[in-house]
Structure formats: C-alpha cells, structure tokens
C-alpha cells in the first residue's frame, strides 16, 4: 500500500469480494504443485507486505491506553475522524486534567500513529450561559467544500444535562482553533412538550445530547442526536454552510423523529449500497450496554432496529464500551471500523477506545466480532472472531 498525493490508501491490488486474498498480477509460476503452492504463498505475503506497507505490524489493541506520537494517551473521546487530503484528523473530548481544552485534534496518515494537533476548541472559546460554565461531548468536524470551512458541531452542555444544546464552531483549518458561532437547539417546538419540563422544550424545541454529523454521497450534510429526553432520535439536514438547519424545517423532507421513543443514544451511522445504519447505544449514562444497529433505505428514515450486531463474550455490554463513529476502512468498500468509548467515570480522562473491524455481508446485515488485538491484514482476510475477553 501507498499513499498517492491525493492521499488516498491505495492497496497495489484491485479490491476483491470482503473476505478474499489480494488478486496478485501476472506472473510466471513454476510446474510442480509443491513449488508453484509456495511460490504462490511468498507472493501472497509479498502482495500483503506491499498492501499494507508500514501498516503491516501496527496492533490495534482495544481497551487498551494508546499513546499518541508524544507519548501522551489520546485525549479524544466520542470522537469521530476527518478525512481530508492524505491526513485523517481524530477530533474528540479533551479531558487532560488541568488543561483548558475542551476538543482536540490528532493527525495520522495511518489510523494508527496519532500526532496532537493541539487544541481545536478551549473553554474560553465557549460562551458563558446565565453566568454558568459549558462544557463539550461527542464533538466532531466536518468540511464543507462550499464555504472551505471546518465545521464543528458539539453537544454544548451544562451541570445537570438541562442546557442540552447544539454548540457549532467553525474554522479555515483543519487543527483550529474554531471559532465558536452558536448554541441551538436546531429543531424547535414541534411537539407538545409538558409545561414543566425541565429542559424546556417547549420553549426552545428537542433536547440535544449525544450527536453526530454525517455527510451522503450527494454531499448533503446531517446532524444526528437524541432529543425529546434522550426519547427519540433527529436526524436534521443541515444549510449549505452547514452550520444550522436546512430551512424552512419540514418533517419527513428536511428532518425526521427516528427510532421514536427508544431512548437511544451514541448514534453512529454509516452508509454502504443505498443503506443506511445507525449503530445506536442504550441509555445507561456511563455504563455499557447492548448495541443496537437500525437499517434504512433513506437517510431519513424510518429505520428498523435489528439487534445488536456484536458477537462473543461481552457483546452485550459492546465490549465494555459505548458507539461514537463508524469509519469506513481505507480502500475498502463494505469494510469499517467500529469506534466505541470505554468510559472510566471514576477517571474519565482514562477512558479507552475501543475500536474494531467488521465488514457488512452481501445480505447487508453486519457483525461485529471481538478481537484483543487486530492489524490492516483483517480487511484482506475473512473478519472472524478471535477469542472473546
Ligand atoms: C452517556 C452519553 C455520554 C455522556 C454520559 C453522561 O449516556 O453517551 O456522552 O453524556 O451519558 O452520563
């Protein structure tokens, strides 16, 4: 494998069906069986070494602490990657202890050496709100070819969960540090909320907690995050600049209530051969539980929940840890990593990632298997499942 300029992953091998060894050029092979079988063993290995480059011998390990290129643990948590030129940049929650950072940036051309970018957004950078301090969960940044902008978007949150609005920042580049816009609640008073909800939804419109940003293949650009009390799940198209809601809001056009009342959260979607996925999460704050993964033929839905796609010895716990965002493998269609966050509430700075590979089947459904360690050779080879923990 290669990084072109475009910087794009290129295996030196034409993409075969998930699951198949790497389709080797034309060569000429020895006679006997017994040679020509070894023959074709090295050059398979050769295919491999060349495939995955530098990449053959990084471990993903999940769960455990993974140190970026200063051997500082990775600080970014329910996070999500961009994928711009050659760079794939991780944006997530910054919980150094003592440090005034509420999102950083890592870089990598690999998936696997992360070096910190810094900063992306402070807490000075946050507005105050009736005197009170904000904080940031489960940002991630999008670009937006349109403008040339960065684009952040964040669960803007104060003590008590009550706040619970859409905080969106911007930046001309990818590390920032952003520039904070605004704090919204993007879909407002559609429903009849009770009077005295604490959240206020009646006068300000769904909650907004656990969130996610996803752009289609046509470029439309959506904010994803559970509202109504954490009940219900909005999926919002986003305006050309995509910093805000397509305008006028229309329900079933622009915007959609999915997986209505529920309650989940963590909502990681993904898109392969006109489907849609949501992996989502229970709502067990900190503590893990099943996943779930919903499919639909729109965007908008309406999605339907098929269960929990992880497979093996603490599945139903998602491997101790909770969705924050599919990435699709490099160069390999049908192929994604699964990001999840095992939170440590007694030390969140300490909470570990967990990711892992899986692939989705020819009927479209998809498992995730657990594995202790895993390397770039599993998008070659049939993703089985090793030993659960
Ligand atoms: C989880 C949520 C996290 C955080 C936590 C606080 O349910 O996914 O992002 O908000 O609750 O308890």
Redesign the pocket.
């Known amino acids: 494998m290669h990084l072109s300029s475009a910087g794009q992953f290129h295996f030196n091998y034409q993409p075969t069906a998930a699951g198949s060894r790497p389709a080797l050029g034309p060569v000429q092979v020895a006679k006997s069986p017994a040679v020509h079988s070894r023959l074709l063993a090295a050059l398979a290995a050769l295919g491999l070494l060349l495939a995955h480059g530098s990449l053959a011998g990084n471990q993903f390990t999940p769960g455990a602490v993974w140190l970026d290129t200063s051997n500082n643990p990775i600080q970014a948590h329910?996070g999500g990657i961009l994928h711009t030129g050659k760079t794939y940049y991780w944006y997530g929650e910054d919980r150094t202890p003592g440090g005034s950072g509420v999102v950083a940036c890592y870089s990598s051309t690999n998936l696997f050496d992360w070096q910190r970018e810094g900063v992306a957004l402070s807490r000075f950078d946050l507005p105050r709100i009736n005197g009170e301090r904000c904080f940031v969960?489960?940002p991630k940044v999008i670009f937006n070819p349109r403008t040339g902008k960065y684009v952040m978007w964040m669960?803007l949150?104060q003590n008590g969960?009550r706040y619970s609005r859409a905080g969106i920042a911007v930046s001309d580049t990818p590390a920032g540090r952003f520039k904070f816009l605004q704090a919204i609640r993007p879909v407002a008073n559609t429903n009849a909320f009770p009077t005295d909800d604490n959240a206020e939804q009646n006068l300000y419109g769904g909650t907004f907690?656990?969130m996610n940003l996803f752009v289609d293949d046509d470029g439309q650009a959506y904010v994803l995050y559970s509202s109504e009390g954490n009940w219900t799940l909005y999926i919002v198209r986003l305006n050309d600049d995509f910093t805000g809601p397509a305008t006028p809001l229309v329900e079933g056009q622009t915007w959609a209530r999915v997986l209505a009342r529920k309650m989940r959260?963590?909502a990681a979607p993904f898109t392969y051969l006109h489907r849609y996925y949501l992996i989502t999460?229970a709502?067990?704050?900190?503590a893990p539980n099943a996943a779930d993964c919903a499919v639909a033929t729109n965007i908008l839905g309406p999605y339907a929940m098929q269960g929990n796609p992880c497979v093996g010895t603490n599945a139903s716990r998602t491997f101790e840890a909770?969705s924050t965002f599919v990435l699709p493998a490099p160069d390999r269609p049908g192929q994604f990593i699964f990001m999840a966050d095992e939170?440590r509430?007694q030390n969140l700075p300490d909470s570990r990632y967990v990711w892992l590979p899986f692939t989705v089947a020819t009927n479209g459904t998809i498992a995730i298997p657990w594995r202790q360690t895993w390397d770039w050779s599993v998008f070659s080879d049939p993703l089985e499942a090793t030993p659960a923990r």
Request: proline share 6%.
């Open positions: 329910g969960e489960r669960h949150e969960y907690r656990d959260e963590g999460s709502c067990t704050g900190w909770q939170w509430p």
